[in-house]
């Protein structure tokens, strides 16, 4: 195996490659506003870096947010034309999964809120129970602000940048701050162990089950850019 793992919905573009024993390589940009112009020479500098082609890899994984429409958009497209060209099965996991993955990997346990910036003064976030064995979110993602989030979930520790935007609101800041593309590529491994066998492995090609999420963006509001309205100019000559 050799499964590349792609994340753009938080300020980091970032890459991770498993070998189904640990994480090989990670490539990794901070910028909020530039995903296209980072994520195919991130991805190319993890293959360098693991001494692979893009010809080596078996799978491939996308977060799917939830994030902002534009650069959510990026790493879903890129990591379904990368499969669809290698004829490689591809696959979808929340982004806010893989940060509370991280924060569990790291020792956590216990009740965690992850909340990371959604812009518009708003954060997405999830509510998650770290156990011994294992991670479940107890709630789907929602969008919203900050303060108008439940009391007993603002009390909670908060992964993600939602604390630091919002520090009256969300007091309890913990790492990790966003995705790591190792991390998703550790989760997606660990999900696909987990997996039941399919028979028929053409089914595996978009596989919205067996511990996966499906590859709809989770975008959870409408985008910023809408189409124009009609004009409303006469023609009447």
Same mark, same amino acid.
């Given at each position: ?32 506003? @530039?995903?296209?112009?980072? !994520?195919?020479?991130?991805? $190319?500098?993890?293959?360098?870096? &693991?001494? *692979?082609? #893009? /010809?080596? %890899? ?92 439940? @009391?007993?979930?603002?009390? !909670?520790?908060?992964?993600? $940048?939602?604390?630091?935007?919002? &520090?009256? *609101?969300? #007091? /309890?800041? %913990? ?63």
């Amino acid at each position: 195996m050799l499964l590349l793992a792609i994340d753009t919905s938080t300020t980091a573009i970032t890459v991770g490659l498993h070998d189904g024993s640990s994480v090989v390589a990670e490539s990794t940009t901070l910028d909020a506003r @530039a995903h296209a112009e980072h !994520l195919a020479p991130n991805i $190319r500098a993890a293959l360098a870096s &693991a001494g *692979a082609e #893009p /010809g080596d %890899v078996t799978d491939v994984v996308v977060g799917i947010g939830p994030g902002p429409f534009t650069g959510l958009r990026v790493g879903i497209v890129t990591g379904r034309t990368f499969a669809f060209a290698l004829g490689l099965p591809v696959r979808g996991l929340t982004s806010l999964d893989a940060i509370a993955h991280e924060a569990w990997l790291e020792g956590r346990r216990g009740d965690l809120l992850v909340a990371t910036d959604a812009r518009r003064k708003e954060v997405y976030a999830a509510a998650y129970v770290l156990g011994d064995e294992r991670v479940d979110r107890v709630a789907e993602p929602v969008v919203s602000r900050a303060a108008d989030l439940p @009391a007993e979930l603002r009390a !909670l520790p908060t992964a993600g $940048r939602g604390p630091s935007l919002y &520090a009256d *609101a969300l #007091p /309890g800041a %913990v790492a990790p701050l966003d995705v790591s593309g190792g991390v998703l590529a550790d989760l997606a491994a660990c999900r696909l162990h987990e997996s039941p066998p399919v028979p028929d492995a053409e089914l595996q090609r978009v596989d919205p089950g067996h511990g996966f999420d499906g590859l709809e963006p989770l975008y959870l509001r409408r985008p910023d850019a809408a189409p124009a309205p009609p004009s409303k100019k006469s023609t009447l000559g």
